[in-house]
């Protein structure tokens, strides 16, 4: 059942998709497949998505909660009512996709478990994003990204040398799981599409910060345990000062080694065995970086990038508000217009992959909280005084 926002189109246009997530893993997610030209429909508590309570220097809305959830119809229903959790059925049995992030066992306490569900539509792709994964001793544990990053190393890898764990802030686990959402739920599409079956695909941020380790992950037999498994390549690759501003730079590559020092004014350090490898180098950063910073001082960040042009990998350090009007950003159409009926005109993120022949439709502004309740509920069947008595009843808001 198509949206009534705009004609369908994209990869997935046909596809509706239940979003009852909160955070972002599960309504990002979501909101990836909306890009490809799902509908989805988020279907929230009386109490609305946690993320919509989150600080933000926006006064009418979190900007988390826009920036991750656009492109949806928005829906409030109590599902601890009958009515409530009959209108969820009713969208259950036409939808193709659910998608949600209780923690194991609530499901099933609400009457929504995959169990319930696939005898109403066996052809449902039911999506479950955890914390830790459906067994083990912390199944029923509450995950959160920077939690699961402490966990699993990535503080500790991120730590300078000889500093305390640091955490990488812009929920790069929860965005990674978000990812393995699109992924896991459009590859159960496509399974179902020769058996006509549905299925359960399992996200877990466990998984996700995991997956996002891969190259740490690997323990030979003969190893010891306590063992460096970073996978930075010295100081020569990395952030440095400049005469005004900070330049990331990567130079692992003998081409691009050479063109650092040729351009740097360092060409001898190009020519010297000492150097001539990324081992050697990382083994003689304390050689190396003080001559390269020195050098650095003669331009400024932004400069350093025109000298180094595509001779060298680099990018000057920026705020993210630089991308509202980068050049690059703007001829790939990643930054686009939006209209939201509290929080006026704004901008933000278009879509994150390009397709040629079904680019998808365009995307619209995250929902006001049940704003599309009585539409959607119409859409499926219920009159005007079904949903009146849903609401006096307070399943529907």
């Known amino acids: 059942m198509p949206s009534a926002v705009q004609p369908a189109s994209g990869p997935l246009a046909g596809i509706t998709v239940l979003d009852l997530s909160a955070y972002i893993a599960g309504p990002y997610g ?80 609400l009457g929504i478990g995959y169990a319930e569900l696939q005898t109403l539509n066996p052809r449902l792709i039911y999506c479950a994003v955890t914390g830790y994964g459906e067994k083990g001793p912390l199944k029923a544990k509450a995950g959160y990204d920077q939690v699961l990053q402490t966990m699993t190393g990535m503080c500790v890898a991120q730590a300078k040398p000889g500093g305390a764990p640091e955490v990488l802030y ?8 978000a990812a393995m959402v699109a992924s896991g739920v459009a590859s159960a599409l496509y399974e179902r599409e020769r058996t006509g079956l549905g299925q359960e695909v399992g996200v877990s941020l466990l998984r996700s910060a995991l997956a996002m380790q891969s190259a740490r992950l690997v323990w030979a037999d003969d190893e010891p345990r306590e063992l460096d498994r970073d996978m930075r390549s010295g100081g020569i690759t990395g952030i440095h000062p400049t005469r005004e501003g900070h330049l990331y730079l990567s130079a692992n590559t003998p081409h691009f080694w050479k063109a650092l020092c040729e351009k740097t ?133």
């Open 265 to 397: 004014g360092l060409a001898h350090l190009a020519s010297d065995e000492r150097f001539d490898t990324v081992r050697k180098r990382a083994e003689q950063h304390q050689v190396i970086v003080p001559q390269l910073h020195e050098a650095l001082q003669q331009h400024s960040a932004l400069e350093w990038e025109q000298v180094f042009g595509e001779a060298v990998p680099c990018a000057a350090a920026r705020r993210v508000d630089d991308m509202f009007d980068d050049p690059q950003c703007l001829a790939e159409e990643l930054i686009g217009e939006f209209e939201h009926p509290v929080v006026g005109r704004y901008r933000g993120f278009t879509r994150a992959i390009d397709f040629g022949r079904t680019p998808g439709p365009k995307p619209f502004a995250a929902p006001v909280f049940g704003a599309d309740s009585d539409r959607v509920m119409a859409e499926y069947g219920f009159n005007a005084e079904q949903i009146d008595v849903l609401r006096a009843n307070g399943a529907l808001l």
């Open 170 to 177: 812009g929920s790069v686990v929860d965005y990674y799981a």
């Open 30 to 109: 979501c909101s990836l497949l909306a890009d490809q030209g799902a509908r989805v429909i988020k279907v929230e508590p009386p109490s609305g998505d946690n993320l919509r309570k989150y600080p933000s220097t926006l006064s009418s809305e979190s900007r988390a909660f826009l920036g991750v959830n656009r492109s949806k119809d928005g829906v409030a229903l109590d599902l601890k009512t009958a009515g409530g959790l009959q209108a969820l059925l009713t969208l259950v049995r036409e939808a193709d996709v659910l998608v949600h992030n209780f923690r194991p066992g609530v499901p099933q306490r």
